[in-house]
């Protein structure tokens, strides 16, 4: 991700109850300061952000899963 931006890290928590959920981390505060569901009531895991970090490439691990791009 870009050294000037805000975020500090995209939190999965895969078998809890939040599996379908994403939590932006401000790495300044250390506080949730979004969250993003890309599948409702499907896993979420893997997240990568691309080579210049504007973007972030999420697995959904399912039996029809996908690959989600997301804008942080």
Do not use: Q, Y
Request: one cysteine or more.
């Amino acid at each position: 991700m870009p050294n000037n931006s805000s975020i500090a890290k995209i939190e999965v928590d895969a078998v809890g109850a939040r599996k379908d959920t994403l939590s932006i981390i401000d790495k300044r505060s250390l506080e949730i300061v979004r969250t993003v569901t890309p599948e409702p009531n499907k896993t979420v895991a893997h997240v990568e952000f691309d080579n210049d970090g504007r973007h972030t490439l999420v697995s959904v691990c399912e039996n029809d899963g996908a690959l989600v791009i997301t804008m942080p």
